[in-house]
Antibody, heavy 122, light 106 residues
Framework: EVQLMESGGGLVQPGGSLRLSCSAS????????MSWVRQAPGKGLEYVAS????????IYVDSVKGRFTFSRDNAKNSLYLQMNSLRAEDTAVYYC???????????????WGQGTLVTVSS | EIVMTQSPVTLSVSPGERATLSCRAS??????LAWYQQRPGQAPRLLIY???ARATGIPARFSGSGSGTEFTLTISSLQSEDFAVYHC????????FGQGTKVEIK
């Protein structure tokens, strides 16, 4: 059974940093692109970032470029999202998700974790 | 950026009735469209990909149609567990989601 479990969320002040983790099991982790998707309170889903199987390629939405860093450790079946210079608008539930690569650059998501809440507030 | 617009925002339906949800893209996304179900407090679940293909384990009462800019998710006979929020996502050019449609009990 595919399982994804996020951790590391919490309350942080504007300008602060937080590191999210996602632990994966039930599939060959190193064979998949993986992503983060977030959902602000009462809002729709927003794509955040993706990482290639070996970590050699990373994609970010413009609003987080230069502030967030996505990494993975295939030996530990884990993902990490280092979030710096956090803003109030980053407040959201952050989900890790497994990518399905329909074609080059065309991804949707077939499994999602339960999410971890990040609140940016003073 | 391709903007995805879902309608209606809220759909009130009685159990056993049919529900029809719409998703419109601001430009053509071909058939590169997915639908997700999100029950309260839960993670999204993939229902449909490629506009019409049901994901593994998804009941046949869920069906997707459309291509280009207009898409529809139909739930043929609503069960209690189907009352949820439904999101569409295009993956033809980047990855963008609609704002969601909440299906509630009438």
């Amino acid at each position: 059974e595919v399982q994804l479990m996020e951790s590391g969320g919490g309350l942080v002040q504007p300008g602060g940093s937080l590191r999210l983790s996602c632990s994966a099991s039930g599939f060959t982790f190193s064979s998949y692109w993986m992503s983060w998707v977030r959902q602000a309170p009462g809002k729709g889903l927003e794509y955040v970032a993706s990482i290639k199987q070996d970590g050699s390629d990373k994609i970010y939405v413009d609003s987080v470029k230069g502030r967030f860093t996505f990494s993975r450790d295939n030996a530990k079946n884990s993902l990490y999202l280092q979030m710096n210079s956090l803003r109030a608008e980053d407040t959201a539930v952050y989900y890790c998700a497994r990518d399905v690569r329909a074609a080059a650059g065309r991804h949707y998501f077939d499994y999602w974790g339960q999410g971890t809440l990040v609140t940016v507030s003073s | 950026e391709i903007v995805m617009t879902q309608s209606p925002v809220t759909l009130s339906v009685s159990p056993g009735e049919r529900a029809t949800l719409s998703c419109r893209a601001s430009q053509s996304v071909s058939s590169n469209l997915a639908w997700y179900q999100q029950r309260p407090g839960q993670a999204p679940r993939l229902l449909i990909y490629g506009a019409t293909a049901r994901a593994t384990g998804i009941p046949a009462r869920f069906s997707g149609s459309g291509s280009g800019t207009e898409f529809t998710l139909t739930i043929s006979s609503l069960q209690s567990e189907d009352f949820a929020v439904y999101h569409c996502q295009q993956y033809n050019n980047w990855r963008t989601f609609g704002q969601g449609t909440k299906v509630e009990i009438k």
